[in-house]
T-cell receptor, first 113, second 112 residues
Framework: NAGVTQTPKFRILKIGQSMTLQCTQDMNHNYMYWYRQDPGMGLKLIYYSVGAGITDKGEVPNGYNVSRSTTEDFPLRLELAAPSQTSVYFC????????????FGPGTRLLVL | QQQVKQSPQSLIVQKGGISIINCAYENTAFDYFPWYQQFPGKGPALLIAIRPDVSEKKEGRFTISFNKSAKQFSLHIMDSQPGDSATYFCAASDSGTYKYIFGTGTRLKVLA
């Protein structure tokens, strides 16, 4: 099993550009999450999904959109990139509710200039 | 009430020493407290977790101590090794939700 995979590993965007961060898991997990990690700030939840077709906002959803058309994939869309979106983005998945282990991908480092 | 406060922000320990990282929470609905370990360039990975029905959980050199009345929990790394150098995150969740609340992280450096 590959677990959770993310692409790209690193990307530089210009202000106002858009991009999609890809996330795929092969563990048949229903629950998937997108976090951003900023220095000294820990991990902040952007969006999460409890199954295909069901998504909901986390703590910091502004400037992002998600979709979940399959169990495996949970892409994160950035529209009109801003410098404040410079961060490291992690996708995670779990098999159940809050007491289940979350498995993280290797992350995507995004720089918005 | 949704915050988890973690300290210290960074920690330097000599090889063989004990590393201690502390976390505090306010929401009494939290009933699951995992610790995640993150190496540079990697995603976080579960290290050890505890539920509030026990006061301590030990796995090898790693121990979680839990104080329900004080709403605090801590990670102890015994006989710390240079390979333990990483960032450690505490987290808390309510089993009725799907979300973790993470602490701000502690960067641990173990000197050889």
């Amino acid at each position: 099993n590959a677990g959770v995979t993310q692409t790209p590993k690193f990307r530089i965007l210009k202000i106002g550009q858009s991009m999609t961060l890809q996330c795929t898991q092969d563990m048949n997990h229903n629950y998937m999450y997108w976090y951003r990690q900023d220095p000294g700030m820990g991990l902040k939840l952007i969006y999460y999904s409890v199954g295909a077709g069901i998504t909901d906002k986390g703590e910091v959803p502004n400037g992002y959109n998600v979709s979940r058309s399959t169990t495996e994939d949970f892409p994160l869309r950035l529209e009109l990139a801003a410098p404040s979106q410079t961060s490291v983005y992690f996708c995670a998945s779990s098999s159940g509710t809050g007491t289940e282990t979350q498995y993280f991908g290797p992350g995507t480092r995004l720089l918005v200039l | 009430q949704q915050q988890v406060k973690q300290s210290p922000q960074s920690l330097i320990v000599q090889k063989g020493g004990i590393s201690i990282i502390n976390c505090a929470y306010e929401n009494t609905a939290f009933d699951y407290f995992p610790w995640y370990q993150q190496f540079p360039g990697k995603g976080p990975a579960l290290l050890i977790a505890i539920r509030p029905d026990v006061s301590e959980k030990k796995e090898g050199r790693f121990t979680i101590s839990f104080n329900k009345s004080a709403k605090q929990f801590s990670l102890h790394i015994m006989d710390s090794q240079p390979g333990d150098s990483a960032t450690y995150f505490c987290a808390a969740s309510d089993s009725g939700t799907y979300k973790y609340i993470f602490g701000t992280g502690t960067r641990l450096k173990v000197l050889a």
